[in-house]
């Protein structure tokens, strides 16, 4: 069984910083790309950034110099530096991976449970 679990998200004023942490574990094969996605209350999940296996780098438009997404591929993690956090970031950020299971070896998109990030005005 395979599991991403985040962490880092709380509660910060505008303009300050944050740092999320999403772990992969289980019965994991490999990992293709691995992302970040965010819901604000009342809103659809959107996709903020991904980051390939050999490190190639996407991000929506809203979080481009802002947020930077990086990855420890011996460790099966990923993060998101935030900073200059604005007031419309404030969502639960789920973290995101294609991974091969050792016992399917079929590639299966997963999620995590998510953490809250409040960025207060």
């Known amino acids: 069984q395979v599991q991403l679990v985040e962490s880092g998200g709380g509660l910060v004023q505008a303009g300050g910083s944050l740092r999320l942490s999403c772990a992969a574990s289980?019965?994991?094969?490999?990992?293709?790309?691995m992302g970040w996605y965010r819901q604000a209350p009342g809103k659809q999940r959107e996709w903020v950034a991904q980051?390939?296996?050999?490190?190639?780098?996407d991000s929506a438009d809203s979080v481009k110099g802002r947020f930077t997404i990086s990855r420890d591929n011996a460790k099966k993690m990923v993060y998101l530096q935030m900073i200059l956090l604005k007031p419309e970031d404030t969502a639960v950020y789920y973290c995101?991976?294609?991974?091969?299971?050792?016992?399917?070896?079929?590639?299966?998109?997963?999620w995590g449970q998510g953490t809250q990030v409040t960025v207060s005005s």
């Open positions: 289980g019965s994991i094969f490999s990992i293709n790309t």
């Open positions: 995101n991976a294609d991974i091969k299971d050792t016992r399917t070896f079929r590639l299966e998109n997963h």
């Open positions: 980051i390939t296996s050999s490190g190639i780098v």
